[in-house]
């Protein structure tokens, strides 16, 4: 019987696992797949590494997991599952269920088109969420599709079905500055979307506060554009030509009728402007620096603590040492 990876990243989750893994035990008979959940703890502060290996011990054939040693975020936590996953599909799921398992009953479905590489699931509404972080949302998708040189679906969710191939092209893509949503796409594979009325989660609050998905989306533009170094380009030559403009017009103008003012005010105007065309530069080319200069570091994307094996052959040795 082909294989499923469930690759479910962890972040404070103690509340939403049993929730989760309830509902997916409920929907394995309707799939003609053996489960393989692996459960990444990204440096969760509650009880939820505690949960990952009670569910482990019970299901030592179906459950893994992978702690890390801190926060890594959840683009490493995805990677890590990438990499142990083992299935003929592989799937990325949120543990809070707003995910629907039950869309993977129709992605299953849909996959077994010999044309079709990944089924996605996108969005169509943003209900239960902030007013202010749904527009920039949408904003992000217009900008970066029409600067970007990757297409990147409005509303598309981590949460898709993916062949083995696909999986193994992503593997490939070894860099640091990761942004999956881009990477998905840029392999290549055709993918299917299924749309979706959004869903509030079952249990707990989401760690995704807006400054954090802003920096998340500035990651993204950096990661899959150059348009902003262009922008600033043009921006440094414009500013160029303003300001030879205007000293050709103050020139022109102390000549003629001669220079009444101490000529503070236009200096000060051309000067703020200048520097802060400078440090807009600076700040967009700093961006992209600081990417390579993360990249030749060349570190581990993360760091593991503890997983199920490990766990196992540490509660052996100290039932030995007991005896």
């Known amino acids: 019987m082909p294989k499923l990876?469930?690759?479910?990243?962890?972040?404070?989750?103690?509340?939403?696992?049993?929730?989760?893994?309830?509902?997916?035990?409920?929907?394995?008979?309707?799939?003609?797949?053996?489960?393989?959940?692996?459960?990444?703890?990204?440096?969760?502060?509650?009880?939820?590494?505690?949960?990952?290996?009670?569910?482990?011990?019970?299901?030592?054939?179906?459950?893994?997991?992978?702690?890390?040693?801190?926060?890594?975020?959840?683009?490493?936590?995805?990677?890590?599952?990438?990499?142990?996953?083992?299935?003929?599909?592989?799937?990325?799921?949120?543990?809070?269920?707003?995910?629907?398992?039950?869309l993977l009953i129709q992605m299953y479905q849909e996959i077994q088109d010999p044309e079709i590489d990944c089924v996605g699931t996108r969005r169509v509404t943003r209900e239960g969420e902030p007013k202010l972080r749904s527009f920039f949302a949408r904003m992000f998708y217009r900008l970066i599709n029409k600067i970007g040189q990757t297409e990147i679906v409005d509303g598309a969710r981590d949460f898709r079905l993916m062949t083995r191939q696909m999986v193994d092209a992503i593997l490939e893509l070894t860099e640091y500055n990761r942004f999956s949503k881009g990477l998905f796409s840029w392999v290549g594979f055709k993918t299917k979307y299924i749309p979706y009325e959004n869903v509030e989660r079952v249990a707990g609050t989401t760690s995704w506060s807006f400054w954090k998905l802003f920096s998340y989306s500035i990651d993204g533009i950096v990661n899959f554009s150059d348009a902003p170094l262009n922008i600033a380009s043009v921006i440094g030559a414009l500013s160029c030509v303003i300001s030879v403009v205007l000293l050709i017009v103050i020139v022109i103008r102390?000549?003629?009728?001669?220079?009444?003012?101490?000529?503070?005010?236009?200096?000060?105007?051309?000067?703020?402007?200048?520097?802060?065309?400078?440090?807009?530069?600076?700040?967009?080319i700093g961006k992209y620096i600081g990417k390579i200069f993360l990249e030749t570091k060349k570190r581990p994307q993360y760091i593991v603590k503890e997983d199920e094996k490990l766990y196992r052959k540490f509660k052996s040795t100290n039932q030995t040492e007991n005896d």
């Open 254 to 284: 102390t000549l003629l009728f001669g220079d009444p003012t101490s000529g503070w005010p236009s200096m000060m105007s051309i000067v703020l402007l200048l520097s802060g065309v400078q440090l807009l530069s600076l700040g967009i």
């Open 5 to 102: 990876s469930i690759i479910v990243p962890c972040y404070n989750e103690q509340e939403s696992l049993p929730y989760y893994f309830t509902a997916m035990e409920k929907l394995k008979p309707q799939l003609p797949l053996d489960f393989e959940y692996i459960f990444i703890n990204d440096g969760s502060r509650d009880k939820t590494l505690a949960y990952l290996r009670k569910l482990a011990t019970e299901n030592p054939d179906s459950v893994h997991y992978i702690s890390f040693s801190r926060n890594f975020g959840k683009e490493a936590g995805l990677y890590a599952g990438l990499q142990k996953a083992t299935g003929d599909y592989v799937t990325v799921m949120d543990a809070d269920l707003q995910d629907p398992p039950e």
